[in-house]
């Protein structure tokens, strides 16, 4: 039996396939204990999982303006010279063997490295998506990671991927969705979607069973980044007079009822693994988590993204497979967003190239081999750690 930390941060999709690694591993008969920031404490608390404070880095959290976002996730979580004494600390104080580490935590991954820590990193979504080499992302990051590797005593880095190829790197897409998976590090493993399989809601769709009107799934982002507002709006207003049903799951999102068509329901959250099976298309934001489980089930999408992070690639990804269609999720207006969806409803061609990625899918290895990868490498070190006090 074996204890396993994982290092998290605030991020919506980059928590739910750490849930679902970590509930593999609890299967297997080990311990886990998730360590990350305030306002995650009931997210974990409410699903069973032990939860710690990064103290340290909870304060400059606290301390950072509320208005600069960028700043309070760069100086707290992505490249933190605190999560240098933190992590270490944490795996001694809890009697660790391996930690897990989001991907974008450069700090703790830096860590791991000086003190040779057994880890691995974890990625939430395709490599090379959220971090191209040379992308915009990675040059937000970079010179602030190489200032914490410097005061690590570890040398500097020309990409980001390099921090994540100096250990097993676990990523919970699959490589079809990653534009750079022929350039993906051999230390990379493509698991395909991680999805935590032991909770089930109460859900009822609020649909009579005999209304045969393709249902569409609208799901924007479920971040505190972004106002996804504008995207719901625009979106509802062009399904309104399509023949079909509209379940929009808002999240954040506070929805004026008056902007609400009578073909449409509006709830906060609902699992989506429960209503995409019915699902004939999906309208989003072409986050990894809602773009994975789409074609999990053979739904084809219609992506809005937003100008960040890993979106607009897989977005564009998406289209490139045939599985979808994207517009700029900024600008594209009522007009575009209906006429695309009706192509997109009446073209069968869109939802057959997503039941082939379907396909693909059902084919990958999924969170229990990312736990026997955990267990290897916890099987090494609880090996080296015997004897030591």
């Not at 969705?177 to 089930?200: E, K």
């Not at 897989?314 to 979808?324: H, T």
Request: neutral net charge; charged residues 20%; contains cysteine.
């Amino acid at each position: 039996m074996a204890r396993f930390l994982f290092t998290t941060w605030d991020g919506a999709g980059n928590q739910p396939p750490a849930m679902a690694l970590a509930r593999a591993i609890e299967k297997r008969g080990h311990h886990v204990i998730f360590a990350g920031y305030e306002n995650q404490r009931r997210t974990f608390a409410d699903r069973g999982f032990r939860f710690v404070l990064l103290e340290r880095s909870t304060a400059q959290w606290r301390n950072e303006p509320a208005n600069n976002m960028f700043g309070i996730k760069l100086r707290a979580a992505w490249a933190s010279a605190d999560h240098l004494q933190e992590l270490p600390e944490l795996m001694a104080r809890q009697r660790c063997d391996v930690a897990v580490v989001d991907c974008l935590m450069f700090g703790a991954l830096a860590a791991a490295e000086k003190m040779r820590l057994p880890a691995v990193a974890l990625v939430h979504s395709a490599p090379g998506a959220l971090m191209p080499p040379k992308g915009a992302f990675e040059a937000l990051l970079l010179g602030p990671v190489n200032e914490v590797r410097k005061k690590a005593g570890l040398a500097a880095v020309d990409n980001l991927w390099e921090t994540w190829a100096r250990f097993p790197t676990l990523s919970n897409s699959v490589r079809e969705l990653d534009p750079l998976s022929a350039q993906a590090p051999r230390s990379f493993h493509y698991l395909g979607p991680l999805a935590d399989d032991t909770a089930r809601s109460a859900w009822k769709s609020p649909w009579s069973e005999n209304d045969t009107r393709p249902l569409v799934l609208v799901s924007f982002s479920t971040g505190p980044y972004w106002d996804q507002t504008s995207r719901v709006t625009r979106t509802l207003e062009a399904l309104a007079d399509i023949e079909c049903r509209i379940l929009v799951t808002a999240g954040r999102v506070d929805i004026d009822q008056r902007a609400v068509p009578g073909n449409a329901m509006v709830v906060k959250h609902a699992p989506h693994d429960q209503i995409l099976p019915a699902t004939a298309l999906t309208v989003t934001h072409g986050g990894h988590g809602t773009v994975i489980a789409s074609l999990k089930h053979g739904v084809p999408l219609l992506c809005l993204p937003n100008p960040v992070a890993d979106q607009p690639i897989l977005a564009q990804r998406v289209q490139a497979l045939r599985c979808g269609f994207t517009l700029n999720g900024d600008d594209a207006d009522v007009v575009d967003i209906r006429a695309t969806a009706e192509r997109m409803l009446s073209d069968a061609s869109f939802a057959a190239q997503a039941r082939l990625m379907a396909c693909i899918i059902a084919n990958a290895p999924g969170a229990y081999a990312g736990a026997a990868e955990l267990e290897r490498i916890a099987g090494v070190s609880v090996v080296q750690l015997q004897g030591v006090p």
